[in-house]
């Protein structure tokens, strides 16, 4: 199973960037990755999702235009580059993969069975 470890969390002021990195260990062909996160007293949300054999991508309504998924092949890491960032942005940011040879990435957590530590991401107004 593959292992991951995100990175690049932080504080930041709305308006500002950050780029979060997923680093997986192991094979990640026909996967989906994707980026959850979850806020104090929320359920998690995915955010950004891709398949790394199909070009396919998804993004939750809150985040499309602002965020965008990217795969980088030769370090293996799937990153999560954040521009005009909100305070509802805060939260912490997982890293998630599900082997899945016909493309399509589900948008729910449930389905997903390989989990990082998470990255804490904090926007103040």
């Known amino acids: 199973q593959v292992r991951l470890v995100e990175s690049g969390g932080g504080s930041v002021q709305a308006g500002g960037s950050l780029r979060l990195s997923c680093a997986a260990s192991?094979?990640?062909?026909?996967?989906?990755l994707g980026w959850f996160r979850q806020a104090p007293g929320k359920g998690r949300e995915g955010v950004a999702i891709m398949h790394t054999s199909i070009s396919s991508t998804y993004y939750a309504d809150s985040v499309k235009g602002r965020f965008t998924i990217t795969r980088d092949r030769v370090k293996n890491t799937v990153d999560l580059r954040m521009n005009s960032l909100k305070p509802d942005d805060t939260a912490m940011y997982y890293c998630a993969a599900l082997f899945r040879y016909d493309g399509s990435c589900p948008q729910g957590e449930a389905a997903y069975n390989a989990w990082g530590q998470g990255t804490q991401v904090t926007v103040s107004s």
């Open positions: 192991g094979s990640i062909y026909s996967t989906c």
